[in-house]
């Protein structure tokens, strides 16, 4: 009977490594993102759908900035090879470090514009599914905030930084943030070459990033990359 259950467990893992497939490679690439930022006292308040701080109303306009990663896939074959030899399906995980570059421009009512700069390394833990060149991808991750910057541009008509602003204005620095987030993750891709491929990835925040009391701030964005995968080039080169 063991030596039944042995020669089982050695085939389940001789067909599990057979038909697994590994991805190892780098990212990078622009990001889209802007910040949903709310108070507290108004988040209930019916007609009150624009961004505040403080109770005060500002625009929150797109950042772009950039991405750099290394990623790690591990993909299992979900039907054998003479199943349907058009159709190749693959379900896996994959994760690895991402280094974000992201943020918003707010902008208050004397159109001066803060510029909100935040620097994130990314953990994604997601669910990986494959259709011949087709990519899907879905699932959660964890960041850890590494800096915070502002910069300030007045508007042409407000030149006076300190007049102009200090009134109703907010200046972001790292004491305003927590240093851990915790987002939602999907995305597509396409396989454009036997190494090469393109992916969208739309990451919304679902903690509360604000140490400042009342105020519920969020990130969301969108990471646009091209990833060279370094074991499929080492193998087609």
Not at 169 to 174: R, Y
Request: hydrophobic share 35%; with cysteine; net charge positive.
């Amino acid at each position: 009977m063991i030596e039944k259950l042995l020669t089982i467990g050695l085939l389940c893992i001789s067909t599990i490594v057979n038909s697994q497939d590994f991805k190892f490679g780098i990212k990078a690439g622009p990001v889209l993102s802007e910040q949903t930022l709310r108070s507290e006292s108004l988040i209930n308040i019916p007609g009150v759908n624009y961004n505040t701080i403080g109770g005060i109303p500002y625009d929150v306009n797109a950042y772009t900035g950039y991405n750099l990663g290394l990623n790690l896939e591990i993909l299992f074959k979900l039907f054998p090879d003479d199943y349907n030899k058009r159709v190749k399906t693959y379900l896996g995980f994959r994760s690895g470090f991402n280094y974000s570059s992201q943020g918003a421009i707010v902008e208050d009512v004397n159109r001066t514009s803060f510029i909100n700069q935040l620097n994130y390394i990314q953990y994604p833990i997601l669910l990986s599914f494959r259709m011949n060149n087709f990519i899907f991808f879905i699932g959660p991750q964890l960041s850890n905030i590494l800096r915070v910057k502002t910069d300030i541009k007045a508007s042409t008509n407000n030149i006076d930084l300190n007049t102009t602003s200090k009134p109703i204005s907010f200046t972001f620095s790292n004491n305003d943030f927590g240093n851990k987030e915790t987002s939602f993750v999907y995305g597509f891709g396409y396989k454009i070459y036997d190494y090469i491929s393109f992916e969208i990835k739309s990451t919304r925040g679902l903690t509360n990033i604000s140490r400042v009391v009342g105020e519920v701030w969020k990130n969301r964005s969108y990471d646009i990359s091209i990833h060279l995968h370094i074991n499929d080039f080492i193998k087609k080169n």
